[in-house]
């Protein structure tokens, strides 16, 4: 029997079914059955992928809500629940900080782009309307302001990275 699970990839939520087939493992995804193969390499983030005898290769680094992944040039922030229990909603358009399921606020990615400065570190306090970062989008240096008062429990971006809406980028407590 299949195990079914909410996959948030950004702002999309998908049903993804999971079950060992005659082949090994096979994945439902968007109603269509596809075989799959995930194979760590060594002890690090890197993995191969094999779907539908199609081979990729993917970074997973675990994040307190699920995980960042980056097939290629495309990254991907995905949180993963069990059909039972209803997987996190994207936050609405513009919405950049969620509760954090272990206390505080996780400040998220309004958009796509490139974090250019990150001024905020761990055990910092920022007041509500400090400068946390600034992300370049279109050719635009977008100021990400704290939206609530806390002390930075971590910080999960680095200068140079690219982000997509919904991703982390850094917990407030």
């Not at 609530?148 to 407590?173: C, D, F, H, N, W």
């Amino acid at each position: 029997m299949a195990e079914k699970y909410l996959v948030r990839l950004g702002y999309e939520l998908k049903e993804v079914e999971v079950e060992d087939g005659p082949d090994g493992l096979r994945v439902r995804i968007n109603g269509e059955w596809h075989n799959a193969r995930l194979e760590q390499v060594g002890q690090s983030a890197l993995y191969a992928l094999l779907i539908d005898s199609h081979p990729h290769e993917l970074f997973a680094v675990e994040r307190a809500e699920g995980y960042d992944i980056v097939i290629g040039w495309d990254r991907y922030s995905v949180a993963v629940s069990t059909r039972d229990h209803r997987a996190p909603p994207a936050p609405p358009s513009g919405q950049t900080v969620e509760e954090h399921p272990a206390g505080g606020w996780m400040v998220l990615s309004p958009m796509t782009g490139v974090v250019i400065d990150v001024y905020a570190k761990p055990g910092d306090e920022v007041a509500e309307g400090d400068v946390l970062m600034v992300i370049e989008a279109m050719k635009m240096n977008n100021e990400l302001r704290a939206q609530k008062a806390g002390t930075v429990r971590e910080v999960y971006v680095e200068t140079g990275q690219r982000v997509v809406p919904g991703m982390s980028l850094l917990a407030l407590e």
